[in-house]
Structures are given as structure tokens and as C-alpha cells.
């Protein structure tokens, strides 16, 4: 019997069946919108690879969604930690190959005091998942994109990264980094077949959004937000505001001068502090 040979029919059996659809490889899948944005590409037909440090939750979202583990595979990993979400994006590649689409969605948010000494490590928590942790998602599949001459980075990014917000210093600067990096990226991608998405969502009813005491104009569903992002990165948009009423608030945000955006702003509640939610 050739072992070599039936080898060989078996790990070309394996890799048509990876790429008998589309895989999407989403971070933050655990709740919020990583993991409406799952609910959608499921829905759409899409492999997942669905990756958060609460591996538990995704398990039970699985199950509920009625989705196969062919289907859906998932990952626990912390996207902070670059040696973590490096080894689970390897193996995904390994197990399902090559994602189409790739989502760092993780992200956390609570409110800082730059004038505490004890702030100052939940502000590096924040950079650490939300920039580091972004970076250190995308460049596991940067090279076989590139080789393979397709493929779309996607970055969550926010209206909150376009001015600095009082109490939020640590979520408005990240963010604000999401949106330069995903720029910059998009410029070194540039000509290779592999797109850059930059979205910026406005205020999405979630559980990080739940405990803000503020108004949130312009609020929408999850499920909204997923669908209206699934259609933006299928165009490969490459900066998108969502919903669209957000987009000419990001305008205004913008221009507005200094003293007016100050003035605007005062009295404002701020989020808790030391309260991270992912």
C-alpha cells in the first residue's frame, strides 16, 4: 500500500473541503459586535473562526445557532497577548485554511482619569488590546494574503476616535490609532490584491454601551450594525461610518473648533472607571 500516496489524496481532500466557502476569522466573538458580526457571516453562508478569551460563551452561542463544528470553529485566545492570538491564527489556517475576510473586533472600554497614577495601567490595557492586539491579529495572514493576492483586513475603529472625549482618553486615543494604522496599512497593502475596511461604528447597543451615562443619539441594534458592515466590506469600502447619521456627526466633530467642541462637552457623564468590558 503507497502510505505516501494515500496521504497526499487525503490532505488534498481536506484542503477542498476548506475552501468550499468563504472563512471569516472575527476577534471579540464572545458578545458585542464580534459576535453579531459572526451571526451574520453565518447567516450570509460563511465558514467562522471565532476567537475571545471566553471560550464557554462561544460554545453556548454556537449551540444555540444550531452550527456545526465544520462550520464554525472556535479559539480562546487573548488578543493582548500577542503570542496568543499569533498561535490560534496559525492554527486556523492550519485546520481551515486561509481566511477571506479578517475582523479584529476585540476591543474594551472604560473610562480613565489622566491625572491618577493609578489609571495609567488600565490606559496600557486598553492600547494593548485594542492597537497591539489588532496588529498582532492581522499579521499572522499578511504574508499568505499577499502570496495568494486577495483578502480583506477589516479594523473597528469608532466616531470616538475622531475627538477627545472627557473621562474616555484611553478609548478615544486607541481608536484614533485604529483608524491611522488601518490607514497607513492600506497605503503598504496597496496594489498586492489585499484591501484594508476601516469601520467606525457610532453608538451600538451593546454591554459596553449599556453603562454609559449618557445620551447616545442615533442608537441601533447590533444585528443593524452587523448587517450594514457585512455589505460594507463586501464592497471593500474603505472607510465607513455606520449608521450613516453618525457619519455627518463625525463630520461636524471635525470642524468644530475647539471652544465650541469644549463648551459642547462640558457637564458631560463620563464612563466608570476600572471597569473593563470586553
Known sequence: ???????????????????????????????????????????????????????????????????????????????????????????????QGLPDVVIASAGISHGIDTADWEDLAPFEQIWATNNRGLAATFIPFMAGMRARKSGVLVGIASVAGVRGLPGHAGYCSSKAGVIAYCESLRGDLRGTGVDVVTISPGFVRTAMTAKNPFSMPFLIDAQVFAAKAFAAIARRT????????????????????NAVFDWALAGRGRKPRHKPDV
Request: proline share 3%; aromatic share 6%.
Open 1 to 95: 500500500m503507497n502510505t505516501s500516496a494515500t496521504s497526499a489524496n487525503a490532505a488534498t481532500a481536506i484542503q477542498a473541503t476548506k475552501h468550499d466557502r468563504p472563512l471569516v476569522f472575527i476577534t471579540g466573538a464572545s458578545s458585542g459586535l464580534g459576535q453579531a458580526l459572526a451571526e451574520e457571516y453565518a447567516k450570509q453562508g460563511w465558514r467562522l473562526a471565532l476567537v475571545a478569551r471566553r471560550l464557554d460563551v462561544m460554545q453556548q452561542w454556537r449551540e444555540q445557532h444550531g452550527l456545526s463544528t465544520q462550520q464554525c470553529h472556535l479559539y480562546a485566545a487573548d488578543v493582548a497577548q500577542p503570542s496568543s492570538i499569533r498561535a490560534v491564527a496559525e492554527q486556523c489556517i492550519q485546520e
Open 238 to 257: 474603505s472607510y465607513v461610518v455606520i449608521p450613516w447619521q453618525m457619519a455627518w456627526v463625525e463630520r461636524l466633530l471635525r470642524i468644530l473648533p
